[in-house]
């Protein structure tokens, strides 16, 4: 059993508190990593609201991490000791009939327990002041060590920076991978970014590796502008600069509407907006973030019927274990920004800081 410090979630709505806590050895396929760095998502704060449906506390939160096998259990061929890794919220087993699909990354093998908050076993790894706390999206990086099953660990390159990289366990690949793998954006296409955060950003980034002739990227922070050009927007628009509808102000700004739109926010209303502003015929909505718990979406049925398509996408569509070592190249061969993305580095015991800069737009 290895002592160390993690972030605990003891209860709903409270900060993190940072405790030394317990982690049990890996079982047989569960791998025991030694986190190095990670990054906080909106989704940790989602749970960590109460919203969450699936939420259970207390809970050690965290899922964009990197680091090194510390152990291995019994069975584990995959990685070794000494494995530079990251580990996978969307699992890739290779056996289930979703891995067998081409058309699916949503590995389907430990989602049940995993959406319990413990491993496949049904059991947790992590004890703090004699009690179990629960795992989180099946891997828990707010810890100096964690364990997770082996089918949601990616080995990667062992010189990429932890610091950066860690960024592709969620934010960047989902971003990246809305655009190239579920929207599929064509050379010479207009786009339009809902929502200027890290995955946004992502997304832009993705439209003009895709080569889009013309992104615009829309959000009430104006502070988030100068970024998304820097990514690739050719133009930013605010919401609240016009008495229009967004969708209106849109489809006149690009003869009839976009070729592709990117919901990047979890707002039920900006998904609607998001999908009325693509062009009749064609046009193509991605839905990216997360609504709450009970939201449900509306449009009129002819905005379907008239040749527009809505969409979902999870993690980009990336099936992890085979698709984040080479997104790992992608990032050490300069083709993809990684880098640019990080606004603050701060240490881990300022984590509830780092929630707040994310809260503020920051």
């Not at 569960?30 to 939420?55: Q, W």
């Not at 290779?94 to 327990?113: A, D």
Request: charged content about 20%; overall charge neutral; hydrophobic content about 40%.
């Amino acid at each position: 059993v290895i002592k160390c410090k993690a972030a605990v979630a003891w209860e709903a709505g409270k900060p993190l508190s940072i405790e030394e806590v317990e982690v049990a050895p890996p079982k047989a396929h569960e791998v025991r990593i030694k986190i190095v760095a990670t990054a906080v998502c909106h989704t940790d704060a989602y749970t960590l609201s109460g919203a969450d449906p699936e939420g259970c506390f207390p809970v050690i939160l965290g899922h964009e991490g990197a680091g090194i096998v510390e152990s291995v259990g019994e069975g584990v061929t995959k990685v070794k000791k000494g494995d530079t890794v990251i580990p996978l919220y969307i699992p890739q087993c290779g056996e289930c009939k979703f891995c067998k699909n081409p058309k699916t990354n949503l590995c389907q093998k430990i989602r049940i327990t995993q959406g319990k908050g413990v491993m496949p076993d049904g059991t947790s790894r992590f004890t703090c002041k004699g009690k179990q706390i629960y795992h989180f999206m099946g891997t828990s990086t707010f810890s100096e060590y964690t364990v997770v099953a082996d089918i949601s660990v990616a080995k990667i390159d062992a010189a990429a920076p932890l610091d950066k990289v860690c960024l592709l366990g969620c934010g960047i690949s989902t971003g990246y991978g809305a655009a190239v793998n579920t929207a599929k954006v064509e050379p010479g296409s207009t786009c339009a970014v809902f929502g200027l955060g890290g995955v946004g950003l992502a997304v832009i980034m993705g439209c003009k590796l895709a080569g889009a002739s013309r992104i615009i990227g829309i959000d009430i922070n104006k502070d988030k502008y100068a970024k998304a050009k820097e990514f690739g927007a050719t133009e930013c628009i605010s919401p609240q600069d016009s008495k229009k509808p967004i969708q209106e102000v849109l489809v006149e700004m690009t003869d009839g509407g976009v070729d592709y739109s990117f919901e990047c926010i979890g707002n039920v209303g900006v998904m609607r907006a998001a999908l009325e502003a693509c062009h009749k015929g064609w046009g193509v909505s991605v839905i990216v973030g997360v609504a709450a718990a009970g939201q449900e979406i509306s449009t009129r049925p002819f905005q379907l019927v008239t040749g527009r398509t809505w969409k979902g996408t999870a993690f980009g569509g990336w099936k992890s274990v085979d698709s984040v070592p080479k997104l790992v190249t992608e990032y050490m061969s300069k083709k993809i920004k990684v880098d640019e993305f990080v606004t603050h580095t701060l240490p881990f015991d300022k984590i509830n800081e780092a929630f707040e800069l994310m809260h503020s737009g920051k």
